[in-house]
């Protein structure tokens, strides 16, 4: 996601409004991992799940919030919910539903898919992470990217400004599957950081949130999905050696084994000055899914790695092309694999796009 690309010029919304001011809630410095089954307690149909639901454009019902209901009567909400809806299946249908199919027939095959999951480079998206492995309770994101705030009712009053930020924050991502640093460094802090939409692709992919809560550059964010009780770590961290090796890294120890998702990360992990991150992931994380701007093939080679790939490998971007890979490309080519149901990483169009997981050897 720290990438530097841009693509074409927003689309101007067609809701003419400003901003949201989000307020502060402070969490207690635990972080602990919360497994168990369970049903769905009736608190979390209210508070934080309601404005999450509002704020993704999903309906509130009048007894859990008569205020968001009635909200939601307004043509200002009715018509961000039909834009974001539209989007939102378009991307599902290219990206999302078909990851979560190849994850079941493919992925969950492979490796335990119940470890807790990293996501580094992630920015505001949790989407990727989610439908690759649909079934891990722990998930944890960082990037260069403030947390943000949680919204509560009292700033949802402004909801009129902020349906246009969200929208905005969005573009790239439902347009080519990857958000674009310089545009969420304009967009974020007007919109109140990552969180707000966290919260939204958590609703929306069905999940039910039971509590949202920050501390500093932090976030944590406690939802259901599918009867399961599942946390969602958000840490903004500098991934570079000398920022890495902080609370983070300390935080990923703790957890044991875990898998790890990269995409869309700006080549950042074929360089020197990510070495430190690189040698983590390739001595602690069990399976690692990535596109070629994750780590180089010849390191997972040189680590015992096993090494699958599906899809086809193409080219960098033009802007990233010193980090042609010809090692993967024959590795590619003799694996003979088919082409991806889904694009991925900087790679939108399926027949260009190519996966790499690699399993850790014991």
Known sequence: MEQEITIESKSKMTISLWLLFFVFGWLSSLFGQLEEEEPIPEQTKTGTDAISLFLGGLPVKEHDSALLYAYEKSQTWQQYAQLLEKQWQKRDSWSWTPIRVFSENKITKLDDPYLPVFYPFSGPDFMFALALFPFAST??????????????????????????????????????????????????????GNVPLFLIMIVRSGGRVVDCKTMGSRAIIRFYSKGKLKTLYYFQSDLSNGGFEGSLMNFLSSLGPFNTVIKSASYLLHGSNFSSLREFLLSHSEMIIQDDSGIPYRYLVAGGRNVELFGVYTPPLNIFKEFYQKDLEEAFAQQKTEPLPFGFGYKWNPKEAGLIVSLKTH
């Open 139 to 192: 998930y944890v994101l960082a990037s260069r990217e403030s947390a943000g705030n949680c919204p509560d009712l009292e700033s949802v009053k402004t909801f009129e400004r902020t349906f246009p930020l969200i929208l905005a924050s969005l573009h790239s991502y439902f347009k080519a599957g990857y958000f674009v640093t310089k545009e969420l460094r304009q967009d974020l802090p007007m919109l109140g």
